[in-house]
Structures are given as structure tokens and as C-alpha cells.
């Protein structure tokens, strides 16, 4: 841990349109135990509320306010405020996200060491429609797992979205902008085998579920998805085929979206080519008779036939 009084922590927030959410976000960083920290505010509104809130706001803790002068989107609204931030560490949050308690800033400055280039924590799921919150905090053991095999996070995305990431400002967005489905998970498969990171298996932010997200345009949106999966194919190759839970995910990804021809799958590629495996994928599951694909122990049962015998690349 470094001293409170040496220790900077820049929260970076981008914000678009969202004025009850940012301001729950606002009043969970006011009542923080650790001061060491300045917040860095980037909008994308399509009109003035959000820069009209903050003139009327009275913090008592340093705040930096920048209206993009076009809009940027995500990812990279997330880290428009790095440029602006003096702090040591990036604190990414997302305006709908909170903290979950006075003291998660302090358990994140806690946790910092010079060894160390990125730390994770838990987070509760809290959904907006019913107020129901959820500890989704996986154990450590679960993390090193994932710190061993990153891909494991295309079957299943077990860390969360950014709010739950400190990294060392070394001027690193860390999010790549092709992405918007896939942008967080390929962003960590780049952290966790690059860089050193630890996990604190405690749940230190609130990670809102509502229905103003740029994901809810993304799920199941073949002209999205498709892309994704094939731009990130193609940085890493076999590696994120190799393990039956990986191939599992690409498996759900051709039936969930429907895909029954290599052409149709082509037709959202954007140029990017077909990797032979996933072709195998798609003629493995139209030989399939109808209706066994939506049974869930019978398409777990036909993937396993497919990965064994799909030698892909």
C-alpha cells in the first residue's frame, strides 16, 4: 500500500444524458474515507443537463469538467479524462455505477503496490427495474483461473464492466473503440496477459442493470456481434478457440444469432474472413434435426461431438 498522502487516484467518468445516475454516482464518491483523489467528468450529451447540474453542484473534492466537443461513444468516453488526470491511477467508472460503500475507494488504495500494474474487485449486480442487488463476486481462486486462461471471459464474462478496474496511468486507454460488444473482455484478455494484476474478492462497486445501456443495442445484434467475435479471432487467433468452454461460447454465439449458412455469417463480417472452424460449427449445426439446438443439455451434448472432431486452426 502506498500512503494516503502519496497515493492519487483519478476517477474518470463518462457521462451521456444521465443525470439521476450520475449524481447517485457523485454522492457514493463524496462520502469516500480515502481523499486522495480527483474526478475528471467527460460528457456526451446531446443537449446541456449534464453541464447545467454540474454548475450547480458544491463538492468539496477536486472536479474537472469537460464537454466533448463531438460525441465520442464508447469506449471512449469511458477514458476521455485520462489526458486531464494528474492522479497515478485511473479510476474508470461508469456514470450508472456507483461505489457500494464508504470505504471501496480506500480498499482499492489499500491494495496498491509498485508490482502491480492492474487490481480487479468484486461487484454486487444491482437492477434498477426491481432494486434487487446481487453479489456476483467470484472467489480468487476463480480469478486465478481466468488470470491463467483470459479467454475463459467468452463464456462468460465473470469480473464485470470497467467500474470494477484501477490501473497506473501510464497514458493507457486500454479499451479498444472497434469494440462495443466485446470491448471490455478483450480489453482484460489484453491486461491479464500483459500486465500484473491482483484481485480484491470483495464486492467494492454497485454495477447498475438497466435499460439505457449501449449493450441492450448490441445483444443479439448479428451486425454487431458477428464482427466482434471475428475481429477478436483474428488478434488471437487459436487461442481463443483452444478450451471446450471457449469453443462452447463461439458454439452459442452461431446458434443464439441463428446463423445457418457461411454466407449469411459473411454478410456481417464486414471483409473479415470465416475461420474454418466456425464454417465446421455451422454445418455441424444444421445437420442437427430441428429443435435440439434449444435444449440446453442437448446442444451441450452436440458441441462436445463438434469439439472433438472440428480440428480448428
Known amino acids: 500500500m502506498l500512503e494516503q498522502n502519496n497515493c492519487e487516484i483519478s476517477i474518470c467518468i463518462g457521462t451521456y444524458n444521465r443525470i439521476d445516475y450520475l449524481k447517485r454516482l457523485l454522492d457514493s464518491i463524496a462520502i469516500q474515507k480515502y481523499k486522495k483523489f480527483e474526478v475528471i467528468i467527460t460528457d456526451d450529451s446531446s443537449n446541456d443537463c449534464i453541464e447545467q447540474f454540474i454548475k450547480t453542484l458544491n463538492v468539496s473534492f477536486p472536479l474537472q469538467y469537460i464537454r466533448n466537443k463531438e460525441t465520442l461513444g464508447t469506449p471512449k468516453n469511458w477514458t476521455a479524462g485520462i489526458p486531464y488526470a494528474s492522479g497515478q491511477w485511473i479510476k474508470v467508472m461508469h456514470d450508472d455505477d456507483y461505489f457500494s460503500a464508504a470505504d471501496s475507494l480506500l480498499a482499492f488504495a489499500d491494495a496498491i503496490d509498485d508490482k502491480y500494474d492492474i487490481i480487479f474487485s468484486g461487484y454486487n449486480a444491482y437492477f434498477e427495474s426491481t432494486k434487487q442487488c446481487l453479489n456476483k463476486t467470484i472467489k480468487q481462486e476463480r480469478f486465478e483461473k481466468i488470470k491463467k486462461n483470459p479467454f475463459l471471459l467468452l463464456a462468460e464474462n465473470k469480473i464485470g464492466n470497467p467500474s470494477v478496474v484501477l490501473f497506473k496511468n501510464k497514458g493507457n486507454a486500454w479499451y479498444n473503440p472497434s469494440y462495443k460488444w466485446l470491448v471490455d473482455i478483450e480489453g482484460y484478455i489484453r491486461m491479464l496477459q500483459i500486465t500484473k494484476c491482483q484481485y480484491i474478492a470483495k464486492p467494492l462497486i454497485n454495477m447498475s442493470y438497466n435499460d439505457s445501456q449501449v449493450t441492450n443495442s448490441c445483444f443479439r445484434n448479428p451486425s454487431v456481434e458477428v464482427y466482434e467475435w471475428l475481429l477478436l479471432y483474428q488478434q488471437y487467433k487459436a487461442a481463443s478457440t ?72
Open 242 to 313: 483452444k478450451s471446450l468452454l471457449v469453443y462452447d461460447a463461439w458454439w452459442r454465439m452461431i446458434r443464439n444469432l441463428k446463423i445457418t449458412t457461411v454466407a449469411e455469417l459473411q454478410s456481417y463480417a464486414r471483409s473479415l474472413p470465416i475461420p474454418v472452424f466456425l464454417s465446421k460449427i455451422i454445418a455441424f449445426q444444421c445437420a442437427i434435426p430441428s429443435g435440439f439446438l434449444s435444449i440446453g443439455i442437448c446442444s451441450k451434448l452436440f458441441m462436445f461431438f463438434s469439439y472433438l472432431t472440428n480440428q480448428h486452426e
